[in-house]
């Protein structure tokens, strides 16, 4: 008889995320205290490797990587991490691995079979708008402009953030070989150092002159793999932007705005980006050149292989930050102790000026204190408070003193905010649609009881 294959539950039901952190080559960190165990990574010298470390939480089930919140359990550790373990092969699928890396440590034998290998497509054919009748979003014809409503109805994005991103989108209709006719919402892409020239679109919800068919797409014949769509209410150029948001598709970015404008109207000068899809190197790099000094916010779906794209642009923003500083002989050995894409502050510190390391030992030292305090049920929420205002002066000490030695100022730092939709929903878009669904109930709500009061008071007048 056949044994039964492990789920991805039965791997957390059965595992100790210890187990797992072990295997990729972590170790127990005796300085952290018995109360919150956690583990690190030690260099070929037998160092601590800094900000390398993972806390344990949950009785052993999860860990999480301060001073970042988010937690990891055992499926989506080795998921995130792959290339801590022995079994993975670059473009193995992420559910392969993690029942390679399972069943090893339960000592479960597991067929063999061939891997599947994922080649990204690459699309550069030419583009051309002229294959196209393009209708526009005018602000000044009403009627033309009730184009638009079936497509931007069902998404939720209103009337007035229409008007805000008006030049960034279109009707597209088009006329296939075979007499086939569709039209579809196309959000034209261009290249970061040319924002005029189209070289694609970013198609969605196409649909057949005959109503058939429904899908999102890029446009066939488009350069997808440096193109995206670049969005600015207030028209502020690329290279001129504080701040940029990157999104999956222009749909979430239209959901973006419309959740937070109110709140923050400096939204209108921003700049939007899109990657239509999966974001390619090409098109982080051609963004990140002319845009080192803004801050980047992060805003792509929330699950698990969008964390994947977010940590890949973080790594980007690192990268191009690094490009610029001066390697002088007393900044290039620590310079090139830091990782391939990994922030300014995970070089060896032992590199760094004595006052430098000094300011880290504190921070570190109060950031541990934060930790515990933070899973201490005796603690009180006034006192976690404020010492993770003291841990967070203790960074910002620390961080002015490493951009001091580095020679770079504030404002050319490394930059980047991740912002997730709340964790009930997977995109920006889903959260717009839920926060309209809840309105309209509250607002169904409150006319009934409306209507009551004015029926009760009726009846009392009778």
């Known amino acids: 008889m056949k044994d039964k294959e492990l789920t991805h539950n039965d791997f957390m039901q059965r ?18 205290g018995l109360r919150l165990p956690s583990f690190v990574r030690m260099d070929s010298e037998g160092r601590r490797i800094r900000g390398d470390k993972f806390v344990i939480t949950q009785q052993g089930k999860c860990c999480f990587q301060p001073p970042r919140q988010k937690e990891y ?21 992420p559910n392969r691995l993690v029942n390679l890396v399972c069943n090893r440590l339960l000592n479960n034998p597991i067929a063999d079979r061939e891997m ?36 931007f109805k069902n998404r939720g994005i209103d009337l007035c953030t229409q008007y805000a991103f008006h030049r960034h989108f279109c009707l597209a209709t088009k006329y296939d070989a075979d007499g086939t006719i569709h039209t579809c919402l196309a ?21 057949r002159i005959d109503g058939s068919g429904n899908y999102q797409d890029k446009a066939e014949k488009g350069n997808t793999h440096e193109g995206l769509w670049i969005a600015s209410p207030a028209r502020t150029p690329l290279a001129e932007a504080k701040h940029i948001y990157w999104f999956g598709s222009a749909y979430d ?18 700049v939007f ?34 964390w994947g794209f977010a940590m890949e642009l973080q790594k980007e923003v690192c990268r191009t930050v690094h490009s610029a500083i001066e390697e002088t002989p007393e900044r290039k050995p620590y310079l090139d102790s830091i990782g391939d894409g990994h922030d300014l502050d995970e070089g060896e510190l032992e590199l760094l000026p004595k006052s430098v390391q000094e300011s880290y030992a504190r921070f570190d030292t109060e950031q541990d204190k934060f930790m515990s305090m933070r899973w201490n049920e005796l603690c009180t929420p006034e006192d976690v408070k404020e010492q993770g205002n003291i841990t967070g002066k203790c960074y910002r000490d620390y961080r002015e003193r490493l951009r001091e030695f580095l020679g770079i100022d504030k404002e050319h730092d490394v930059a980047f905010i991740c912002e997730e939709a709340e964790y009930r929903h997977t995109s920006w878009n889903t959260q717009l649609l839920a926060v309209q669904r809840r309105e309209e109930s509250v607002g169904q709500r409150q006319g009934r009881e409306e209507n009551a009061e004015q029926e009760q008071q009726t009846r009392f007048r009778r």
């Not at 290998?117 to 196209?132: E, Q, S, V």
Request: glycine share 4%; hydrophobic share 35%; net charge positive.
């Open 273 to 306: 980006v899109s990657t239509c899809g999966e974001p390619t190197g090409k098109q982080m790099r051609g963004v990140l050149e002319l845009t080192v000094p803004a801050t980047q916010h992060i805003c792509f779906d929330n699950n698990r292989k969008w």
């Open 73 to 93: 359990n055992v499926v989506s550790f080795i998921k995130e991490h792959p290339q801590l373990f022995a079994e993975y092969r670059e473009g193995m699928n």
């Open 116 to 151: 599947r290998i994922i080649r990204p497509k690459r699309n550069l054919k030419p583009f051309d708008t002229a294959n196209y009748d393009l209708h526009k979003f005018d602000l000044q014809d009403r009627e033309a402009q009730k184009k638009f409503y079936p497509y």
């Open 15 to 32: 595992l100790d995320i210890r187990d797992v952190l072990l295997d990729a080559g972590y170790q127990r960190n005796r300085r952290f």
């Open 253 to 270: 970015a239209m959901a973006y705005y419309q959740l937070h404008q109110a709140q923050h109207p400096e939204l209108q000068k921003a």
């Open 187 to 207: 959000f034209p892409l261009t290249l970061p150092k040319s924002d005029s020239t189209v070289v694609g679109f970013e198609e969605r919800d196409c649909v």
